[in-house]
């Protein structure tokens, strides 16, 4: 018999967080799942963590596969889920015991394509709440997703863009349940992290909007995202990240125009272009990012440079910006090599203290 829902969860050298990871799943308040474990190549304990689960209980399907990262299991999960309805779990994450019996409620009863809900960064010492200043639930169907939805993940407008902190916090996958037709009878499928560099979620959840025609946020924090694994790819400096930028947002405009999607699209975008020089310019300034000051000091200033980026900056707008992003933008803008190189450390320092 089919499960209704699929939990499709790629594993990689995260012994030390899976038993949690999976505990949380299996004392769900609704039963009617499977969990789809892939094991990505790891060279930890666990694939073995992993057995012991699944000999405990049927509802765990393990895919065990060559290291090949953690689009490739995602898609490798997808070919594998038998339910009517899908979500991912990150393996260094947990969820709470309600979520999906109430994501699903939602989805049922009002044939809901996708619904996504809040969740809460964990850093270890402390947690801290990701907030969205919308209602309890908020309800978009038909063109309501595309001009809502889908635009917000294709990047901010007007006063969206003073919190760069919200930039991705709706394009994750783990905080999301599908209709598993919306994926499979598009053929939705990751992009290799190695081509994009990061926001692979983001780039399957524009598509996957496209072809939604319902969509509810419950603003609800169901989901805890651990913050504080420092093997993680995000907490990890990447020297091809602004090339891999480059094709990851020439991929969102080729699909716009595909889409014959608007203006308002095509600048948001941009936008999401500018606002992308704060990451990247962390990733430059990495602790793990062996270069000499000097060196860091050439990759800012060659960061500023880069046409797309240089353009998105000409045409952003920094008046709905905060004072201090007003300044990290207008010195953007001025190429100031040097000032930004001060406040990328600023910002990271703060993010330390955050953590």
């Not at 930039?167 to 994009?196: C, H, M, P």
């Not at 780039?203 to 996957?208: C, G, P, R, T």
């Not at 090339?243 to 936008?271: C, D, H, P, V, W």
């Not at 272009?273 to 000091?297: A, Q």
Request: hydrophobic share 35%; aromatic share 12%; glycine share 4%.
């Amino acid at each position: 018999m089919k499960p209704k829902i699929s939990i499709i969860v790629p594993i990689y050298n995260v012994e030390n967080y899976l038993s949690r990871c999976l505990d949380s799943l299996l004392t769900q308040d609704y039963e009617d799942f499977e969990v789809i474990a892939i094991n990505d190549g790891s060279t930890d304990n666990s694939l073995t963590i992993l057995q012991e689960y699944a000999e405990k209980d049927h509802r765990i399907c393990i895919i065990d596969k060559e290291n090949n990262g953690v689009s490739s299991a995602r898609n490798d999960g997808l070919s594998q889920a038998k339910g009517e309805y899908i979500g991912f779990v990150d393996p260094d994450d947990w969820v709470e015991p309600q979520v999906y019996k109430d994501m699903l409620k939602i989805a049922e009863e009002d044939q809901i394509d996708i619904v996504m809900c809040s969740y809460i960064r964990e850093f270890g010492t402390h947690s801290k709440e990701k907030t969205f200043a919308f209602p309890e639930r908020s309800n978009y169907f038909n063109d309501e997703v595309h001009k809502k939805i889908l635009r917000r993940l294709v990047g901010p407008l007007n006063e969206e863009v003073a919190n760069p902190e919200l930039l991705d916090a709706w394009g994750t996958v783990w905080s999301k349940l599908y209709r598993a037709e919306v994926i499979k009878n598009n053929n939705l499928q990751f992009i290799d992290l190695s081509e994009i560099g990061s926001n692979e979620d983001t780039l399957f959840n524009i598509h996957a909007c496209y072809y939604a025609k319902s969509f509810v946020f419950l603003n609800k924090p169901y989901y805890h995202y651990w913050r504080a694994n420092n093997t993680s790819i995000t907490s990890k400096h990447n020297p091809n990240l602004v090339s891999q930028f480059g094709k990851l947002y020439t991929r969102m405009e080729n699909f716009l125009n595909e889409k014959n999607f608007g203006e308002n699209y095509k600048i948001a975008l941009s936008n999401r272009i500018s606002l992308s020089t704060i990451g990247l310019g962390l990733n430059t300034i990495n602790s793990k990012n062996t270069l000499t000051f000097t060196r860091r000091l050439k990759e800012v200033k060659k960061l500023l440079n880069n046409n797309m980026i240089k353009k998105s900056l000409q045409n952003f707008e920094i008046s709905y910006c905060s004072f201090i992003w007003r300044m990290f933008f207008f010195l953007a803008k001025s190429r100031a090599t040097l000032l930004i190189y001060i406040m990328l450390e600023s910002i990271e320092f703060a993010r330390k203290r955050l953590r």
